[in-house]
């Protein structure tokens, strides 16, 4: 199949060539039809398949006839909302490639930044925006955002969404946009309160599934190493000396552990940097284009930081901490190894973190290659250890207000 069986516009098939594209991808071929149709769609389908595309090329061949409006006399009329700020930073990028033929004018506002730039670009006049849910309902509360014209609605990655908390927040912006509009839904997993979602906000939608999740890309080579917790660091450091060669993204599960990691490799005289949900938007910009630029060839992200970037040569991944969800061991490991390449990925298991890999290599229906040979290696019969908890039982639950306030996001 190609761009022009898809029945695409002039201008887009000119800003497809000048992208490089030769073929649709597969989720290009099963969305663009259905989407050109207004219909609402629910797409299992993670990055790295296309699906940006897959969703910005027929909501501009949607707009084409309605992109000579004077500028200022322009309306909102396509929203998409991402759980991230870089994630939403490379849809608007998408746009702007694939509108460059056109006059449509999209725009791309998130939190963590000043807001005054972002009303007056949209004081400006926009066709397209893409926002973060918390940003995006600033700005409409300050009535700076019309959502009177949206036509498409675009919700991405909407498992991270329900993940970090934002699910009373898309259910009010799409209450907030007419009744009668398309809504796409895009998810890495379809789990059931995204099920649930789709029943209560999209209208008889097609269902399009290009990923099975639980397959690993087959050029990715993994490796397992059972270590002592407190020895990860070691291995980590015997590893980047004797072993990784090329760029590695390093995933931990939380801030804290970035920070910490990143604070050791960088004493042992590495360039690192790092994303994580408490660093500056511009911080984690930086980090991302130093590394893509190979400035640095290590960065340390969390999960939720790291999500739906795509970083076109990445030679390896590695796990210091394992994943606990299985679907998560996927996603990491699914960043390299693209574009025909071979990837690896290392990972790093402590006694507590066993049932993990079998959780994993379960649902991978693989079993992970462990490499013994190695300077720490973890005693088979080695316990977790439990860190009792201290305190009174009689304080669970009594926490006050203050304190919850003070609870810090851990991504
Ligand atoms: P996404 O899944 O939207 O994050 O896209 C992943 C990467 O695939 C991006 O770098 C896109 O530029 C690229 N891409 C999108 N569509 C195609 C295509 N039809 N052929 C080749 N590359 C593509």
């Known amino acids: ?58 909501i501009l061949q949607q707009l084409f006839d309605k992109q000579d409006a004077p500028k200022r006399g322009k309306k909102i009329r396509a929203l998409i909302i991402s759980p991230t700020r870089e994630l939403a930073v490379q849809i608007q990028q998408n746009f702007k490639t694939y509108a460059q033929f056109s ?5 791309v506002v ?70 009668n509009k398309q809504t796409l839904l895009f998810s890495a997993t379809i789990p059931y309160k995204i099920e649930q979602l789709a029943h209560t906000i999209l209208k008889d939608p097609e269902r399009i599934d290009v990923t099975p999740t639980k397959s690993v890309a087959k050029d990715v080579s993994q490796v397992l190493y059972y270590v002592p917790k407190r020895n990860k ?42 994303i994580h949900g408490d660093k500056a938007q511009s911080e984690r910009q930086t980090a991302l284009n130093k590394f893509k630029n190979g400035y640095v060839k290590i960065l340390i992200a969390t999960d939720v930081a790291a999500r739906g970037i795509d970083i076109n040569e990445l030679d390896n991944v590695f796990n210091f901490d394992m994943p606990n969800q299985a679907e998560t061991y996927v996603h990491r490991i699914g960043r390299t190894g693209r574009a025909g390449n071979i990837g690896r990925a290392y990972a790093m298991c402590s006694a507590d973190e066993k049932s993990y890999v079998k959780t994993i290599e379960q649902y991978i229906n693989v079993q992970i290659p462990i490499e ?17 908890k201290k305190g009174s039982k009689y304080k669970k639950g009594r926490k006050s207000v203050a304190s919850k306030k003070k609870k810090k996001r851990w991504y």
């Open 1 to 58: 199949m190609s761009f022009k069986d898809l029945k695409l516009i002039k201008p887009l098939l000119k800003a497809i060539e000048s992208s490089g594209y030769s073929e649709p991808t597969l989720v290009q071929q099963k969305a663009i039809p259905p989407i050109l149709d207004h219909k609402d769609v629910i797409v299992s389908a993670q990055t790295g398949t296309g699906k940006t595309a897959a969703f910005a090329l027929p």
């Open 233 to 274: 660091i070691e291995l980590c450091l015997h590893l980047l000396r004797n072993t990784i060669k090329g760029n590695v993204l390093i995933f931990r599960r939380t801030k804290f552990g970035v920070n910490k990691l990143e604070q050791t490799l960088t004493n042992n005289g590495y360039k690192v940097d790092s």
């Open 372 to 388: 013994t040979e190695h300077p720490y290696p973890l005693d088979p019969k080695a316990k977790p250890i439990v860190h009792k």
């Open 103 to 107: 006059n449509l004018r999209s725009l």
């Open 110 to 179: 998130f939190g963590g930044t000043s807001i005054e730039p972002q009303i007056d670009a949209l004081n400006k006049g926009i066709d397209i925006l893409v926002a973060t849910p918390g940003r995006l309902l600033d700005l409409h509360k300050q009535d700076y955002i019309n959502l009177d014209y949206i036509e498409t609605l675009v919700l991405d990655e909407a498992d991270l969404m329900l993940a970090m908390g934002f699910i009373d927040d898309i259910k009010k912006i799409e209450r907030l946009c007419p009744e």
